[in-house]
């Protein structure tokens, strides 16, 4: 029986990877840059984000330079067309069955800790999760990746063991976190990265439908 669920937020619970890539292609037209298409975005987004604007354009330099205004104009763009954005489909059914087998859910997310619990209060799902963890800089996410680093702090709090822990999202970075826990991984498609590139890393399940996860893990309970 898995005793924690740990879930990615953008394009993995959140139906928002079109709003992040037109909001990255928004930033991308302001520092006339060409935009991108959505495959290309699914191609190449990563984290840290200068990473994606480096393979879309921009130099080391200058992303060390406006990295601040990067982030600034992407979080105000995507605040102004997220305001409406719905969950995947299957979210609330999964949720409302992880709680049913009293399992703890936690969202471990690169999005900014202000409008990611904005979203949660507006969309009634804040209550479905015990914590989340997102970043309180606005620019970090540019800079580094710290999803392993808040989940192990985490963990050491917390009277679990490695095989009762299982994390979702739709990027490597989960399977990569996965891997280096000793968790189950699940990769999530049609979100921000591409199928391909999910699988090259090799995921413990790969699903098409957060449905699926209920069906991965039944019959444990």
Aim: proline residues 2%.
């Amino acid at each position: 029986m898995k005793k924690l669920f740990v879930f990615d937020w953008n394009g993995c619970l959140l139906a928002d990877t079109k709003i992040c890539w037109k909001a990255n292609n928004y930033v991308l037209e302001h520092f006339k840059r060409k935009p991108i298409s959505l495959k290309r975005f699914q191609e190449t987004i990563v984290v840290p984000i200068q990473e994606f604007y480096k393979l879309n354009g921009f130099t080391e330099k200058e992303v060390q330079t406006i990295g601040p205004q990067i982030s600034k104009i992407f979080h105000e763009k995507y605040a102004q067309t997220a305001k409406n954005c719905r969950t995947r489909k299957g979210t609330v059914e999964l949720l409302d069955w992880i709680r049913k087998q009293g399992s703890t859910a936690i969202i471990l997310s690169n999005h900014h800790l202000q409008e990611l619990e904005q979203q949660l209060k507006r969309l009634n799902l804040r209550d479905y999760f015990s914590e989340i963890f997102a970043n309180s800089d606005q620019h970090e996410v540019v800079l580094r990746k710290n999803k392993q680093e808040k989940l192990e702090n985490y963990l050491k709090t917390q009277n679990i063991g490695k095989k009762d822990i299982v994390i979702l999202g739709d990027s490597v970075e989960e399977i990569h976190v996965g891997k280096h826990l000793g968790i189950t991984s699940i990769a999530v498609t049609g979100g921000n990265y591409s199928k391909a590139r999910l699988l090259a890393e090799k995921p413990d399940y790969l699903v098409n439908h957060l449905m699926e996860v209920k069906r991965i893990f039944e019959k444990e309970f």
